[in-house]
């Protein structure tokens, strides 16, 4: 079995702030994904990255920037946080287009 | 758009009661459905993926497609109080070698000792 660890658990930041969230898993997938889980609209994907250093955007892309460092690990970037804003993101890992499997997510909350 | 609809929002079933969650679709094309588990903070738990029309057991979840009717629904058989989660239901469509998944907003399960 493996586990993909997102950090932090928790992040509160401050309207306009450039905040980054890490996840890292050791199943050895090759794809990675971050969702966006907001109160009553699902899980909306941000960005996936196919293999280390590719990048394609998901619906939700805008106002984010990720990085795929390495086949391990996937970076999140939100570029400008938005006042009040409340969310949790999750990352996920696959084998290709096989089951995802989830971190455990961080909550995000801007003052 | 492809979108996936789940019912009822939220379910409370007593120890022992079957619990049923449905899931519809607007895509019968979709290559397969999947239905995972939220427990309160924590992420997501794959419980099955269906692809074929029939019935899929995993443990004491049972999943049913009929994609002819654009539905699927999971069964849960003697639900425990540690089943209360959030459960939600997602399709999968490949895209290359990879899928696309669109979620549903999930049904509220409680379970009551």
């Known amino acids: 079995g493996g586990i993909i660890t997102q950090t932090p658990k928790f992040l509160i930041g401050q309207e306009g702030q450039k905040l980054t969230l890490k996840c890292q898993q050791n199943?050895?997938?090759?794809?990675m994904y971050w969702y966006r889980q907001d109160s009553g609209k699902g899980l909306r994907l941000i960005y996936y990255?196919?293999?280390?250093?590719?990048?394609q955007k998901g619906d939700l892309s805008e106002g984010y920037d990720a990085s795929r460092e390495k086949k391990s690990s996937f970076s999140l970037t939100v570029t400008s946080a938005q006042k009040n804003e409340m969310a949790v993101f999750l990352c996920?890992?696959?084998?290709?287009?096989?089951?995802?499997?989830f971190g455990p997510g961080t909550r995000l909350t801007v003052l | 758009q492809q979108k996936v609809q789940q019912s009822p929002e939220s379910l409370t079933v007593s120890e022992g009661a079957m619990a049923s969650l449905n899931c519809t679709f607007s895509?019968?094309?979709?290559?397969?459905f999947r239905w995972y588990r939220q427990h309160s903070g924590k992420g997501l738990e794959v419980l099955v993926s269906?692809?074929s029309d029939g019935e899929k057991e995993e443990g004491r979840f049972t999943a049913h497609l009929n994609r002819a009717s654009l539905h699927v629904s999971l069964h849960i058989r003697e639900p425990q109080p540690s089943d209360s989660a959030v459960y939600l239901c997602a399709m999968s469509k490949f895209v290359g070698d990879n899928s696309k998944l669109i979620w549903g907003l999930g049904t509220s399960l409680v379970v009551n000792p």
């Open positions: 269906i692809f």
């Open positions: 199943f050895n997938h090759d794809t």
């Open positions: 990255s196919i293999t280390e250093n590719d990048l």
């Open positions: 996920a890992s696959s084998h290709r287009g096989r089951e995802q499997y």
């Open positions: 895509d019968g094309t979709s290559d397969n």
